[in-house]
């Protein structure tokens, strides 16, 4: 259970122009800006559930997961994280969290990655029967067989990454802290990944917490997202409600023989050339069924799909709407 | 414990697999100490009674202090660290069940125990072999014996904890650059590595043995070459103590104090 109540968090940035003069002048007068990464954040996570943390950069993503994982101190604000404060209680709260930043390593440079999960068992005091159970399911999902035995420094980044979720989950935490865990990773390691996380927490009802700029992540992964952008909080709601709420058109693509669609109403042709159309739906006129009954009717329908506004899209759209 | 012990071990066999660093290391002390010694040659030839050591204790002293240069070396710093501190992979370090301070200071000991124990035994077999008064020699007792290894693990445990607190200083700075070079060319000269301190003026050197920098390697290796004998070594072994507890507790007040205004760099 994760309760955040109206946290915020200051940091004090120094800025100055371009050039030699402004860099002379900030050598006696520094000017600071103070900026709010974090402004009244609240929210309440469940046990097992899996929550999506979205917003353009700089919107204060991984400062909360900092906070979260008892790194940063907010300024205001109370955090309860199954009935501790992290930044207070650290070292009791960290024995029960996994954290992966997506943009680091955790793994020791210069020797086998087997070399550091066996520190981390020692560090964590995990029990030696846990551990290696641990191991052997993380080993066999993520696929690490053969990586185990080479030193960090020379993985690929796919590699690394799945290695970097298995280091965080050898302690069996209750919570997992994912900050952008596909980053620069290919579509099969993604995959995996996804597959991974959503296997863990089926399993083992992790609770998981991810932020990520890769919105198949959000679709595969979360049912709830959480949108912040200048350190607010401006949404907490389900993915198909957004969905639904954030897109009331459809996109109907269509291969026909014939001489040619005329649209009715609620129906916009975007493209008609050589017997393939597109055409969009306007939901909040006629159903996608009354669109292809209509099409259906004019000429001979080869093949037919409809589809909706991809996630990416909607996210821009909801970016946009919230002006960050 | 366990925690701390099997880190220690680990970074202390990373530590070991660096054989050609090892072997270019022990070439250019043992190069460096002979070159001290014939320079330190000339100026007993002028006149041997104006020195505070006698030629072969001196020589003794140079050896040592080569051979273990890398427990005394306050210039040498874990790169990793003020990486750490400056591009934010201090976030995965502050997320473990553990005590930071303790976890660096484990790991300053491992690396500069897997250093000397490379470089060590090479150096002092080929300077024990060496003719008088040029090479090194056994201890002037058993007891100097006992008080070296004493006084060298306690001035070594000095040397982490100040190095420690360079560490903590980056926190603040948020670069290493400054802190690293005030303090290294400071510590040097102030702690005996360039010139032995009994070298020194007296006036001055009354001072500088009390500071925390002469209770690092000026202690074991004049203890080993017979230049502190009989009370002075508790004198100096007390002192050593004072400054090892003093340097831990501040750098554990500051470290404190450093992790709560933590600003993870870097995003």
């Not at chain 1, 068992?121 to 846990?130: A, E, F, G, K, N």
């Not at chain 1, 927490?201 to 890769?214: A, E, S």
Request: aromatic share 10%.
């Amino acid at each position: 259970m994760i309760q955040v109540k109206h946290i915020s968090k200051t940091f004090q940035v120094s800025r100055r122009n371009a050039g030699f003069s402004e860099a002379f002048k900030a050598l006696f007068h520094k000017q600071y800006e103070c900026i709010k990464a974090l402004d009244d954040i609240s929210f309440t996570i469940a046990d097992g559930e899996m929550v999506g943390y979205i917003g353009p950069n700089g919107a204060g993503k991984s400062s909360t997961i900092k906070v979260l994982s008892g790194i940063l101190t907010p300024d205001t604000g109370s955090c309860i994280i199954n009935g501790r404060v992290p930044w207070k209680e650290r070292i009791e709260h960290v024995k029960e969290i996994g954290v992966v930043f997506g943009q680091r390593s955790q793994l020791w440079w210069d020797v086998p990655v087997i070399d550091s999960f066996e520190l981390l068992r020692d560090i964590y005091r995990i029990p030696s029967v846990i551990y290696r159970n641990n191991l052997e399911e993380l080993v066999t999902l993520l696929n690490l067989e053969q990586i185990i035995r080479t030193p960090a420094r020379q993985l690929s980044l796919g590699q690394r990454m799945r290695c970097e979720i298995a280091a965080s989950l050898l302690h069996s935490p209750k919570i997992l802290f994912l900050d952008e865990p596909t980053i620069g990773l290919d579509a099969v390691s993604k995959l995996a990944v996804r597959d991974f996380i959503l296997e863990r927490n089926k399993k083992h009802n992790t609770t998981v917490i991810l932020t990520t700029h890769d919105m198949q992540d959000i679709e595969t992964l979360t049912n709830r997202i959480l949108l912040i952008g200048k350190g607010k909080i401006l949404m907490d709601g389900q993915l198909d409600e957004i969905k639904r709420q954030h897109c009331n058109s459809k996109r109907l693509t269509v291969e026909y023989e014939g001489k040619g669609i005329r649209t009715m109403e609620g129906l916009r042709t975007i493209k008609d050339e050589k017997q393939q159309a597109v055409f969009d739906v306007d939901l909040s006129r006629i159903t996608v069924s009354e669109a292809i009954s209509d099409i259906s009717e004019q000429v001979e329908v080869k093949d037919i799909s409809v589809g909706g506004p991809s996630i990416d899209e909607i996210v821009a759209g909801l970016y946009q709407e919230y002006k960050i | 414990m366990k925690k701390y012990i099997s880190f220690f071990r680990m970074r202390f066999i990373a530590g070991l697999q660096y054989r050609a660093a090892a072997l270019a290391g022990i070439v250019t002390q043992f190069a460096w100490g002979a070159m001290l010694i014939l320079m330190y040659q000339a100026f007993y030839a002028a006149d041997a009674e104006a020195f505070p050591m006698s030629f072969q204790a001196l020589s003794s002293y140079m050896w040592l202090q080569q051979a273990f240069l890398a427990l005394f070396m306050t210039w040498f710093f874990d790169n990793d660290i003020f990486r750490l501190i400056m591009d934010g992979g201090i976030a995965y370090e502050i997320c473990r069940p553990i005590n930071l301070y303790d976890m660096w200071f484990t790991r300053n000991m491992a690396n500069r125990l897997s250093k000397a124990l490379l470089r060590c035994f090479p150096i002092l077999i080929v300077a024990a072999l060496l003719p008088d008064p040029y090479g090194m020699r056994l201890p002037v007792n058993v007891g100097a014996a006992f008080w070296f290894l004493i006084t060298m693990i306690l001035g070594y445990l000095v040397v982490v904890a100040f190095g420690m607190l360079v560490y903590i200083a980056t926190f603040f700075t948020l670069s290493p650059t400054g802190v690293k070079l005030a303090a290294v060319s400071a510590v040097e000269f102030l702690s005996g590595a360039v010139i032995p301190l009994p070298f020194l003026p007296d006036n001055l050197r009354r001072v500088i043995e009390l500071l925390p920098f002469a209770s690092m390697q000026n202690v074991p290796l004049r203890i080993y070459s017979g230049d502190i004998v009989g009370e002075e070594i508790y004198y100096r072994f007390g002192l050593q103590l004072f400054w090892v507890v003093i340097l831990i507790v501040l750098g554990k007040l500051l470290m404190g104090k450093a992790l709560k205004r933590v600003v993870v760099q870097g995003g």
